[in-house]
């Protein structure tokens, strides 16, 4: 099995010293992506971009985002991993909280359906996504350290949007998502 974590963190730590510019999400999705195939190697995996879930044979009507940010799949498909990322660069702070929380339950959905191994990844330069007043609802899990889990609802708007976590993930630069016991 990769060491998706270690290499996902190995690549955090070249950014410190690479002079390499993260300034949006596509940009940071393209730069780990490209690590990771250098890392991982061309022959051994395919490191792809956007892939629709389809292309795994998972009905998308079923998933609650239909592309996979960064999908690492071996040549033959026995082995595949699935990365989220997040990026907010723009406030919303309640929205792009709730749109990560999304991107977990969507982890754990390709996981349930066959996927081996799901990371999700958050970079956040705005301090307002990990500090502030706000410490309840979805805040909670970016400022607070509670666990991602459970119901989510959407914080704004006309609060009809939710979704279930089943397992409980903790963690800023990386989570692991695997099938909950």
Do not use: W
């Amino acid at each position: 099995m990769l060491d998706l974590v270690a290499n996902v963190h190995g690549f955090f730590d070249r950014l410190k010293v690479s002079g390499v510019d993260i300034y949006n999400e596509f940009s940071l999705q393209h730069e780990l992506g490209a690590y990771l195939r250098s890392v991982l190697g061309r022959n051994k995996y395919n490191v792809q971009f956007e892939r629709p879930a389809g292309f795994f044979g998972i009905p998308c009507d079923q998933l609650l985002k239909k592309e996979i940010d960064i999908a690492i799949f071996g040549q033959d498909r026995t082995y595949k991993t699935a990365i989220e990322l997040k990026f907010p660069r723009n406030g919303q702070y309640p929205e792009q909280m709730f749109n990560a929380c999304k991107d977990v339950a969507f982890l754990e959905q390709l996981v349930d359906r066959g996927f081996d191994f799901g990371l999700f990844v958050m970079a956040a330069e705005d301090k307002l996504f990990y500090q502030g007043a706000d410490t309840g609802g979805v805040y909670s899990y970016f400022r607070s350290g509670k666990p991602i889990c459970g119901l989510i609802r959407k914080p704004t708007g006309t609060k009809d949007e939710l979704f279930t976590i089943r397992g409980s993930y903790c963690g800023f630069r990386t989570m692991p998502i695997s099938v909950p016991g």
